[in-house]
């Protein structure tokens, strides 16, 4: 990636260029409604990881994938009759709305953090509009800044904070709304408010859990079904060892030791772990700096007693 942020006007060469970029691989920020976006392809690992990269996020939470249209969310959620109605009456906008996960919809299980959900919204920002028309692709997009730094309305709130840390900075001008967008879930044939925003829906129960399910909530374990042991230097002959590095075992996070790849297998081989016939899980240490402290922290979760 290159080392200093371009910044270009929202034009069909910005958007061009950004595509690019996201077609290689890397985040690019860009304008939605609300507030800026640092916007994935939400179908690739390992840019969803330089997302956290990049933000320096501390936990790997949900984020918001982005599609054009209602059409292209039901390809990868599961729309009840309540869901549809809030899309139709809210989309395209600032509504996000939490449904079951599609199998097979193709989106990195970093995106939805290892949970059986996953967020999604119709953006109404013309450059966010045409950069998922340009790409074809889902993209995931929290906002644009570093973690725990005030959202970012404006091209210079992004540069401020992401300077030298992503390639492209999409300028479509101030943002219209300026606070990210309310979040539904729409399951079990319920409507719960997660996270408030610029809209308010009708009948929304406020949600009332422990669990984490959509961006901005408190932080709580993704946690497989077995014991989880961490920073294992081998495997006991009942534990099924995750590896990174040159601390080898049955599957390997990264040989190469690349936080980036780690973090884009995670969930994914915490998964394999879960299925496999031995009864307890290790993990092999992981250096608890940039990606690695994000890794280490969702492991730690993972490794909490449950009550």
């Given at each position: 990636m290159p080392e200093a942020t371009r910044i270009l006007t929202f034009s069909d060469?910005?958007?061009?260029?950004?595509?690019?970029?996201?077609?290689?691989?890397?985040?690019?920020?860009?304008?939605?409604?609300?507030?800026?976006?640092?916007?994935?392809?939400?179908?690739?690992?390992?840019?969803?990881?330089?997302?956290?990269?990049?933000?320096?996020?501390?936990?790997?939470n949900p984020l918001i994938v982005h599609v054009p249209d209602l059409t292209a969310a039901e390809r990868i959620g599961e729309f009840s009759?309540?869901?549809?109605?809030?899309a139709d009456q809210y989309w395209p906008g600032p509504l996000t709305l939490v449904v079951p996960l599609r199998a097979?919809?193709?989106?990195?299980?970093?995106?939805?953090?290892?949970?059986?959900?996953?967020?999604?919204?119709?953006?109404?920002?013309?450059?966010?509009q045409a950069l998922l028309r340009r790409t074809g692709r889902p993209l995931a997009a929290p906002s644009a800044n570093a973690s725990g730094r005030i959202s970012p309305t404006r091209a210079e709130h992004v540069l401020k904070s992401l300077e030298g840390r992503i390639p492209l900075i999409v300028d479509a001008g101030p943002t219209e709304r300026g606070l990210e967008s309310t979040i539904v879930a729409?399951?079990?044939?319920?409507?719960?408010?997660?996270?408030?925003?610029?809209?308010?829906?009708?009948g929304a129960i406020e949600a009332v859990t422990a669990e984490i399910e959509a961006p901005g909530q408190l932080a709580s374990h993704y946690a497989p079904s077995k014991p989880l042991r961490l920073n294992a230097a081998e495997a006991t002959q009942d534990e099924f060892m995750i590896g990174f590095g040159k601390a080898g075992g049955d599957v390997n996070l990264s040989a190469n030791g690349d936080p980036v790849e780690a973090a884009?297998?995670?969930?994914?081989?915490?998964?394999?772990?879960?299925?496999?016939?031995k009864p307890r899980i290790a993990v092999a240490p992981i250096p608890d700096e940039g990606l690695g402290a994000a890794i280490n922290d969702r492991l730690r979760r993972a490794a909490a007693p449950r009550g």
């Open positions: 060469e910005a958007i061009d260029a950004a595509a690019r970029l996201i077609g290689e691989g890397f985040p690019v920020a860009i304008a939605t409604e609300t507030v800026y976006g640092l916007a994935a392809d939400a179908t690739n690992a390992e840019a969803v990881a330089r997302i956290y990269e990049a933000k320096g996020r501390p936990s790997f009759n309540e869901a549809r109605a809030l097979n919809a193709g989106i990195s299980s970093l995106v939805t953090a290892g949970l059986s959900t996953i967020a999604l919204r119709v953006p109404a920002h013309p450059a966010m729409a399951t079990d044939g319920q409507i719960r408010l997660l996270r408030r925003g610029p809209v308010s829906v009708a884009a297998r995670l969930f994914e081989l915490l998964h394999v772990a879960d299925g496999s016939a």
